[in-house]
């Protein structure tokens, strides 16, 4: 099992920007695809993006594309989500979670993914 630990949430104003990061301890992301979700209050976790670690190809959600960047640092094993130009509408916890090798139509369905983080909130006002 793998141990992941979410850190870079906060408040900022509509517009700005953050960097979450999502570090992992007991195994390498190797093989994996490593992925950030949210959820809201009352609402449902929804996807946000993904990124193979190996191949390095990132997916994202229709509501972040052109505004959040995944990446991945192997010397660190992290995964980070750069997010820009925020919105209020992106206020939510954030968690990362890592799948086995997902097929591509299933990258954005959290249960596919086995083992997640604790969650940072991120909260962007307006």
């Known amino acids: 099992q793998v141990q992941l630990v979410e850190s870079g949430g906060g408040l900022v104003q509509a517009g700005g920007s953050l960097r979450l990061s999502c570090a992992a301890s007991?195994?390498?992301?190797?093989?994996?695809?490593v992925g950030w979700f949210r959820q809201a209050p009352g609402k449902e976790r929804e996807f946000v993006a993904a990124?193979?670690?190996?191949?390095?190809?990132?997916y994202y959600a229709d509501s972040v594309k052109g505004r959040f960047t995944i990446s991945r640092d192997i010397s660190k094993n992290t995964i980070n989500l750069q997010m820009s130009s925020l919105k209020p509408e992106d206020t939510a916890v954030y968690y990362c979670?890592?799948?086995?090798?997902?097929?591509?139509?299933?990258?954005?369905?959290?249960?596919?993914?086995?083992?997640w983080g604790q969650g940072t909130q991120v909260t962007v006002s307006s």
């Open positions: 007991g195994r390498t992301f190797s093989s994996y695809a």
């Open positions: 979670a890592v799948a086995a090798n997902p097929p591509s139509g299933k990258i954005s369905t959290h249960s596919y993914y086995g083992d």
């Open positions: 990124i193979r670690w190996n191949a390095g190809y990132a």
